[in-house]
């Protein structure tokens, strides 16, 4: 048996253990109860003994940690999962020990921290150890006392990795963890709220899956059976007498409805995905029979069938060449310096099949996929190439001067105007950059000064101009402000 005394917190070297965690036993001897006087030092991690017999573990976070007399605070073990000292008994320091001469001797098997009491009352005791290292995992949600690799102790609530194993111990704020490398040994300590709330899901889910085993369907509700196409053909048949076009593939652009067991009841629900590692289904409950539900399909996807008219969307052919220099002309009339190389290299586009219906889809540069662009008409899709080929325009034409405009507090909306500079380009072409935010965040927002804006004859019309691109409504600096400042009209050329 080993006596372990206080020693020096930090600073001790990672080394390798030789006694067999399996068989080891820690004994808490030196328990100090809640009282003024006698408290952890602020930020000391420490075993917990609740009023209620169970352990935990937190690191001592007082109210006021000016005052050493204090007994108000809370002990934090990960982000606002804390303790509040009303409910602990008594406590242990894990600072002030280290372990780690004791654990280099293979024949040690039970570490007494602090001086040995009979007594059974006035120590608690911990055995059973478990290392990540062999494989071993606590159950997700499970508070543990930890032997870490350079000998300290601590505590820590197990977050299990989705979809893989392995994890990482949670012990304090900001989520904070020990990594499964940084442990030696841990074992368990008493089960808690966030626990049990945990054990409580994982049971719900077995039940669950045994209710799905062999689940029944309502003869109303599927008397069409219980495959999900079927459902959606039927809806298919019925939108074609409005949109001929229709496909199934149009109207699964729409989240999909599904069939699936519920608490042993097939039902039809909008598939969401998964959240975590639960696929997420919401129920569909505006009805009660098949029969109304392919009309709810009908309704629910009228809208993605409607804007997939490949009369409309294609008007101009499917070589996409025909929208893209279309787009160029006409960015080319405000932005003369852009040439096709440059918009092409920025953003390439073309007209694929996503997964059975053709769609306009584009990647820029550094992509290594295609993403469809969300539009239901020709006119619209040259629009979004047309702002692509404008970005590209402006990153390729450098600042070469810029005008701070002066300006006292001005308030747009709840956030304050912090910048508002016009920068002149490497073509003699002019932009304005506007940003504004409050304590909390903030935006910006680029303009091209369009070519239309320097036909005017003098400043004041150029001005009239100018805000219809930046209007003071929403960029905080109007025609009052703007007038009358010279340097600024001078920067502009006027």
Known sequence: MTTLGSQFRGGFMKTMFQCNYTELYLSFNDFHKVKAGDMPEYDEFCLLELKDGRHTAGKWHPNDY????????????????????????????FDRYNLAECLKDESTKRINIGEWIEDSDKKAEFGGFYATAAGDFPKHEQYCLLILNDGRLAGGRWDQWRGKKGGQFIFASALSSFSMKEVWAWTPLSSDDIFEREEE??????????LNRNPSADPEKFKYGTDINVYYKMALKKLRREYPWAKLAQMRKKTPYVIVPRHGLYIFGQDNGTFGDERVIREWTDGSTADEFVDFLCEYTKDAVKDSDPAEKFKLGMDIEVYLEQAYKNVKKDYHWLDKKTAEEYCQFAIKKVRGDWEFVRKYKGDKKYYVCDCASAERFIEIVEHDYQEAAIRSNPVVDEYKVSFGSIEIHGWYLEKYIIYKLRSGDYKVSVQAGD?????????????YCFEAKSYEEFLDRYLEIVPARSFGLGKDELLPDEKLKGFLGY
Do not use: A, L, Q
């Open 439 to 451: 304590r909390v965040t903030g935006g910006s927002r680029d303009f091209f000064i369009t070519p």
């Open 201 to 210: 899901r994982e049971r719900e889910k077995k039940r669950e899956e045994e």
């Open 66 to 93: 000016r005052n050493k007399k204090s007994i108000s605070g809370v002990f934090g073990r990960g982000g606002f999962d804390t303790i509040e000292i009303s409910e602990v008994s008594r406590w242990h320091s």
